[in-house]
Structures are given as C-alpha cells and as structure tokens.
C-alpha cells in the first residue's frame, strides 16, 4: 500500500525526491520486496508526482531536468527501494530514445502518453545467451509487407510484466535496429519471471517474439543506427541512473549503520565507540561521498554535451556499484543475526546491491572498457 495518490507533490529536485521516497516508498519496499511487485497505488503515485519522464519539455507534459537533477532524484529513489529506481531507469530509456531519435509522428504518439504514465516502457536488449556485448543479439527483425517481422527471445527485462511498450533490439537486414513494439501486437508473449536474487519487486519477464508483426512506423532512427544508439545513447543513460541507485544504496546503508551502532551496545560498550565499527563508518562515508561526486561529474558533463562523460559514466557505475555491494556486505555484517532475518533492509540492500554490479554492464567489462580508454590515451597522448 501507498498514500493516496491525491497527496503527492510534484518531483523535480533532490529535496521532492527525497520527501516522496520517505512517504511513498520506503515505509513499503520491504513489503514489496516479498510481494515481488509494486502497487497500482504506487504507480498512479510515481505518475501524480510526473517521475515517469523528465525529459520531454512542456507540450509533452514533462518537466524537462538536467541529467544532474535526473542523477539527485534517481539517487533518492534508490536510497528507498532500488527495485522502484529500475522500474523508472527502463522506463525514462525508452523515452529518452524516443525524444532524441524518434520521428514527429512517434514523438506526438508516445511522448504525452509515456511522461503521463499511461503508457509504461521497457528496454529489450538481453538474451539468454547475450548479455553484455550489444552487438551480438540474435533476435532477428525481417522486412515484410511494409512493416517488420521479429523473433527472438528477450529475458531479464526489467518492468516486463508491467510494459505496453518495449524498445527491442534486433538484427535487421543491415545491421542492428531498434523498435518500438506494444505488448498487444501479434505474437508478443510475456512470462513473468519471479524469485529473482534482488530488485525483486522489478517485476522482470522474458519476452517471446515469434513472428511478432509490427508497423513500419515502429523503426526507432534509421536502419542499423542502433548499434551506436546503444553504446553512445540509451544505455550510457541507463548506466548514469544505476550509478545514481548505487549511491542511494551506499546512502540507505550508511543511515542504517549510523542508527544501529548509535543504540546498540556489546560489553557495555556503545558499538559507535568500537575502533573496527568507526572504520567501516569511515569507509562508508567516503565512498558514498566519492560516489556521488563521480555522478555529478559524468551527469554535468552529459548536460555539457562533451563525449568524455560516456567514459565517466562508466567509471561512476563501476565504482558506486562495487562499492555498493562492498558496504551493504558490511551493513549485514554490523546487524548481526538481524540483518540475515526476513524483511531486513540491509538484507534487501545486499541482494540489490550485486545485482547493480551486472546490469547495465557488468564490472568486469567496465574495468576492460575503462582501461582501454587508458591506454588510448597513453598511445595518443
């Protein structure tokens, strides 16, 4: 259960963000963390707020935030529930991709309805045997009767079981492409997928396509565009708001870890005054502050428009989602017994947490990418 949605405030800055987290959020996310779903109250609430899309501006019923802003109220979220947090980071990818490369017609069609809520997005990228390299989906998309014909298999969609719109990515005659396909078109089957490890209440579903039909106006940007649209675009967007969730789990462990040992005690002892506890403390605070200047920098260069804040991205989503995992691992370890129960927060930021270090790129390929880009440099200085 939420609030009514009559009670909500409008969301554009870290303040809003944080009250509507505080009120509409987090008192349930353990609730829906067991549930594995999110209310329709919930959801009329993340619409009354306009939190399903900032980017469009005022004709389209959006509030039009910098990424910076966008990087403040993701963060926020995700300091509440990081499952609610995915739901909004597939859902503005969508329509950023819409406003950025989609046609006049798409724009007018889904724009309104997509910042409104009233349609739901999500992004269709993984497969079963394709993760993290995007150019090597096997999902095919065949010209045929003016319009495309797909099949594939998409899993571990994020949202799945909540979308009416998918944004899929698939092997079209020249390359890769990107469509935008309703949930209701021939062919389209969706399997829900439950007892995920964490985000749980992300509502993921795999999604069959099997000589699925769609329009000619379901292309998203021209033919074999999609392949630079989703290292340069949709998913370098995708990294920034993991990267801000993250931070909202390092934030989320810290508050915790700062209320436990501030009233427990052992030995007589308070747990705040034990030497080993002040140094988790200590790292917490650090790498929560670092973290969150990372976001700030890769999300200010993307408002600036310069090419180095792909990069920064990257290393903001490395660094926030390894260290996420880090501390919440020590979050459990300073709750003891409790922090193992059913319905423990920390528990819950510990299985969220190393989910962050796989989506949206996983560690290990940012470390590659990130050192390459290191020696680039050192070869061309």
């Known amino acids: 259960m939420t609030p009514a949605s009559g009670d909500v405030i409008a969301v554009h800055d870290r303040t809003t963000a944080r009250l509507f987290a505080d009120t509409h959020i987090r008192p349930y996310a353990d609730e829906w963390d067991r549930s594995g779903q999110v209310p ?63 046609t006049a017609e798409q724009k007018e069609r889904w724009l309104p309805e997509l910042a409104a809520g009233r349609v739901t997005g999500a992004f269709c990228l993984t497969e079963p045997e394709v993760g993290s390299d995007a150019t090597a989906v096997t999902t095919t998309a065949l010209r045929k009767g003016g319009g495309w014909v797909l099949n594939g298999t998409k899993t571990w969609i994020t949202g799945g079981q909540l ?54 106006d379901a292309l998203l940007g021209p033919e074999a565009f999609a392949t630079g649209m989703v290292l340069t675009g949709v998913l370098d967007l995708g990294r920034l708001s993991v990267a801000a969730g993250s931070v909202g789990i390092l934030q989320a462990c810290l508050d915790a870890c700062t209320a436990r040992t501030a009233r427990r005690e052992v030995g007589g002892v308070p747990l705040r005054e034990r030497q080993l506890i002040r140094a988790k403390i200590s790292d ?48 459990v ?4 017994a409790s922090g193992c129960a059913p319905g423990s927060p920390v528990a819950r930021y510990y299985r969220d947490a190393k989910v962050m270090e796989i989506i949206e790129g996983s560690s290990e390929i940012q470390r590659l990418t990130i050192a390459d880009a290191a020696y680039r440099t050192a070869m061309n200085p």
């Open 40 to 102: 329709d109250t919930l959801l009329d609430a993340v619409s009354a707020a306009g939190l399903w899309d900032p980017f469009p501006p005022a004709p389209a019923q959006g509030a039009d935030v910098t990424f910076g802003t966008l990087a403040e109220i993701h963060e926020e979220i995700g300091r509440a529930c990081s499952s609610v947090r995915s739901l909004l980071t597939v859902h503005t990818m969508v329509t950023f991709a819409v406003r950025r490369w989609g």
């Open 163 to 216: 979308a009416s719109l998918f944004l899929v990515f698939a092997r079209g005659p020249g390359g890769v492409v990107a469509l935008l396909v309703e949930r209701n078109a021939p062919g389209v089957e969706i399997t829900p997928i439950d007892g995920m490890l964490g985000t749980t209440a992300g509502m993921l579903a795999t999604v069959e396509l099997r000589e699925a039909h769609v329009g000619p």
């Open 284 to 331: 917490m605070v650090t790498d929560v502050t670092a973290a969150r200047l990372l976001c700030a920098e890769a999300a200010r260069l993307k408002d600036a428009g310069e090419a180095e804040t792909i990069m920064t991205t990257m290393m903001a989503k490395y660094f926030a989602s390894t260290a996420a995992a880090r501390h919440a691992s020590e979050a």
């Open 333 to 336: 370890q300073i709750h003891g």
